[in-house]
Each structure stands twice: as structure tokens, then as C-alpha cells.
């Protein structure tokens, strides 16, 4: 099997996985009332059904994302230009106009 595709269902599996236990959490800890809808409803289990498979695409999306992005090779050579400033001894030239006289300015 190729690298990839086993990383892939790995990370399906462990992405539905969470899924599950993020459900439980949710159901144990009474969430939104999701206990009652889950344990105390006749289709309640339909419920809890679709909540993992939902929890469960989202969070495999995710974990496979970040798996991916782990494979990525560490650039340890510079790239581009340095952009540090350059320091010289010449003065800034900044010119400034003189208010008129009697306090109003020309325009």
C-alpha cells in the first residue's frame, strides 16, 4: 500500500476516533441537553449517529491536514535578500514653510 493512502486511513481513523470521544464528552457532560435527546428519545441514537459521522469528517479532514503539513522539509537556507535598513551619515532633507505673518498661513 502506498505511503500516502496509509496515511490517509490512519488519519481517518484517528480523526473518527476523536469523533467519537468528542460525542461522548458531549452526551456525558450534558451539553445543550444532548443527554436527554440521545438517552431518553426513541430515535436518539440517530442523533448520536449523525453527530459522530458529522464530528467525524471534520475532524479527520483536520488531522489529516496536519499530518500533511508535518511532512513538509525544514528550509534551513536563507531565502530572498535581507531587507535591513542601511545606515548612512547623510542628513535627512525636510523642508518646512514659515507661517505668514499676522498668524494666517498662505495657501
Not at 479527520?60 to 511532512?71: D, E, S, V
Amino acid at each position: 500500500m502506498p505511503k500516502l493512502i496509509r496515511l490517509y486511513i490512519v488519519s481517518v481513523a484517528i480523526g473518527f476516533a476523536l469523533a467519537a470521544l468528542f460525542v461522548v464528552m458531549l452526551v456525558w457532560f450534558d451539553i445543550a441537553n444532548l443527554r436527554h435527546l440521545v438517552l431518553e428519545q426513541p430515535m436518539g441514537w440517530l442523533a448520536a449517529i449523525m453527530l459522530t459521522v458529522f464530528h467525524g469528517i471534520v475532524f479527520a479532514g483536520a488531522q489529516f491536514a496536519i499530518a500533511i503539513m508535518r511532512l513538509a522539509e525544514d528550509d534551513d537556507e536563507p531565502r530572498g535578500g535581507r531587507r535591513a535598513p542601511v545606515a548612512t551619515r547623510e542628513p535627512a532633507r525636510v523642508t518646512a514653510t514659515a507661517p505668514a505673518k499676522g498668524g494666517q498661513q498662505r495657501r
